[in-house]
């Protein structure tokens, strides 16, 4: 036999083996798709308020945080395009000092313009900001599976990851990988 004969049979050997693995199995047994216990009528309408509830509480912490970071990363737009809407004489024409001494119609539409082309950049450190904080926080491993309500047995997703601060994450000595 050649080489060559060798590298052809090593590939058809290799091809044989891939086909009998259809695909990887679960790392543990929490992981199995097992048949679990569904939960009776009244406990699951109890489960499914208390879900709903949790996510629900979730979602709202999300976007007063949301609302938080966005309004500080915007307050130089929000006060250029106010003090350029308030000081030009075709929209508000405010009586203010500033307004007759400093700003005319033209410096007031030079802010307006500014405070809209700031925008944008600032939308987008906004939106940084709030992802890298909600991943440090892990605020979306809040949310809650709806499973969670229908069957017995499955575990909160905080949990499992080591609590919201993740502080359980440095004692947890099982290594869960595929090599």
Known sequence: MSSHDAED????????????????????MDDQLLPREPRSAWCCL???????????????INLLLMFIIFTIVLLP???????GFQCHSRVLHSAAR???SILDDNSSSALIILGFVIMS????VAM????????????????QPCSRAVYKGV????????GLCSC???????VKAWV
């Open 9 to 28: 049979l090593g590939a058809e050997n290799l091809s044989e083996k891939s086909r009998m693995l259809p695909s990887l199995p679960p790392y543990d």
């Open 46 to 60: 109890a489960w499914t308020l208390l879900v709903v509830t949790m996510n629900s509480l979730v979602f709202f």
């Open 77 to 83: 737009t929000i006060v250029v395009v106010y003090f």
């Open 98 to 100: 500033y307004c007759k």
């Open 121 to 124: 950049p600032l939308i987008v």
């Open 128 to 143: 940084a900001t709030y992802c890298s904080l909600a991943r440090r926080l892990r605020l979306l491993m809040c949310f």
């Open 155 to 162: 575990k909160w997703r905080w949990y499992e990851e080591g």
């Open 168 to 174: 359980a994450r440095g004692f947890n000595t099982q």
